[in-house]
């Protein structure tokens, strides 16, 4: 080269260069549509096929539901309100005047109207008692006592009789709680348990019956009886489906702790029983309890029919329950057993503060699961003759003014079940959104 030399020149800006806006394609609702709907070709034409469907069913589906049938009276009614809507020709629309007038029935069945009031409370009252364990941390701790005599307060407003009734079962307790305390004063923890277990039977089985006549002569309060059989509609789905659920979970923890526990009789018991219910349908199960169970009962022996249905149905949950929670137990890492003993924590303190936490916060989705297939299967106790709503529909179309009602019953009963279905489904994915169960 002839002496010259390159130079280069160095540039900063000094100035910045003006925000640009996102582009249409990936902010708001085009961004998320183009996101989740049309991210590619194949899912673009699912979103198209999907959206057609839906557009068809809807179609079809709207102008039956906006039916003006609502103050009809029969079938007949109905259909002449729709040829008058429709001009004089035959129309086509839902006959809404069924639930109009039956609409108490499916909701109590046969309870005498006037003490409609009762199980009305009871729910209530239930969701105030469900609270503290639901919403623990946006209610009163307080509230947990109400939540724990709850229990006693609810067959007593669904069913009646002397107030006396539910004190000698919550007495119970107490005196299995006093003879486990003296009893463990002076032996091990099996044997004061088992003093605790025998002497609440004792008290529950013998005792209290004397006590509760004598109570119920010299102070007479309580409600007025009302009996099993005229239970019914959502009221029976519900008190059997809230009985189940809330028996279960604590059963199906002992449960799976037992078929877990290293005593052989122990394991195998709780196996033995979890492999059985689980092996039997539900509707056997409510056959033996409708039928054979008397048979194996001393003669003259009065067990009421719903007593029978809600101790089937909560052994059924639970057996399931108890794999759901075993799962969760399986889960945990091992590490967690041994942090557990170097704390020098017992069995039961490492259960109660360290292990069955964790394995209840796992097992959610599966747990709210059973929860909801065990309330759908409240509808089998039709077949044994119990008039919950699919079986209060019979009688209803059996009337020669619904003679021919279908859709409209069975839809009403399918949405209320969705409610509750649904409601305890968003329930799961708040719980799980509060305790993080999906961070590391």
């Not at 009893?183 to 003093?195: E, F, K, M, N, P």
């Not at 119920?216 to 009221?235: K, N, T």
Request: hydrophobic residues 55%; neutral net charge; aromatic residues 12%.
């Amino acid at each position: 080269m002839s002496g010259t030399h390159a130079h280069t020149v160095g540039f900063t800006r000094d100035t910045m260069i003006p925000q640009a806006d996102p582009p249409m394609t990936s902010v708001g609702a085009i961004g998320w549509a183009h996101k989740n709907l049309f991210s590619t070709w194949f899912n673009a034409i699912v979103t198209v096929a999907s959206l057609a469907l839906i557009f068809y069913v809807l179609a079809m589906i709207v102008p039956w539901a906006i039916s003006p049938t609502w103050e009809s009276s029969s079938l007949s009614e109905c259909r002449d309100i729709l040829a008058a809507a429709n001009g004089g020709e035959s129309g086509h629309g839902a006959c809404w005047g069924v639930i109009r007038e039956r609409w108490v029935q499916l909701m109590f069945g046969f309870y005498p109207s006037h003490l409609h009031w009762r199980p009305v409370a009871a729910f209530i009252l239930l969701g105030v008692a469900l609270a503290p364990v639901l919403f623990s941390d946006k209610v009163p701790a307080k509230l947990l006592y109400f939540t724990l005599a709850y229990p006693f307060i609810f067959p007593w407003l669904l069913w009646g009789g002397t107030i006396w009734a539910p004190l000698s079962v919550a007495a119970g307790f107490g005196v299995g709680y006093l003879a486990y305390r003296i009893v463990s004063a002076v032996a091990g923890d099996l044997l004061s348990v088992l003093a605790g277990v025998v002497a609440a039977l004792v008290w529950w089985l013998v005792l209290s019956g004397y006590v509760v006549d004598a109570l119920a002569g010299l102070i007479p309060i309580g409600l007025e009886p009302v009996q099993s059989r005229d239970f019914g509609g959502f009221m029976l789905s519900i008190t059997i489906g809230v009985v189940a659920i809330a028996a279960s979970l604590p059963l199906g923890v002992l449960l799976a702790l037992g078929r877990r526990s290293d005593l052989l009789i122990v394991r195998y018991l709780s196996v033995g029983f979890i492999e059985f219910i689980r092996g039997v349908p539900l509707i056997t199960l409510l056959f033996v309890a409708s039928t054979l169970l008397n048979i194996f009962m001393p003669p003259g022996t009065d067990f009421d029919i719903i007593l029978r249905v809600l101790i089937m149905v909560t052994l059924f949950a639970t057996a399931y329950m108890a794999e759901v929670i075993r799962g969760g137990l399986a889960a945990l890492p091992k590490g967690q057993y041994e942090g557990a003993d170097s704390l020098g924590l017992n069995y039961w303190q490492a259960q109660r503060l360290i292990i069955m936490p964790q394995a209840l916060k796992i097992s959610i989705p599966g747990i709210v699961s059973t929860f909801i297939g065990v309330f759908k299967d409240t509808t089998l106790v039709s077949i044994i003759g119990l008039m919950d709503p699919l079986g209060l529909t019979n009688g209803i179309r059996a009337d020669t003014n619904w003679n021919g009602i279908v859709w409209e019953l069975y839809g009403f009963i399918a949405l209320v079940f969705f409610v509750f279905c649904f409601s305890m489904s968003r329930y799961s994915m708040y719980l799980e959104r509060r305790l993080h169960t999906g961070r590391k």
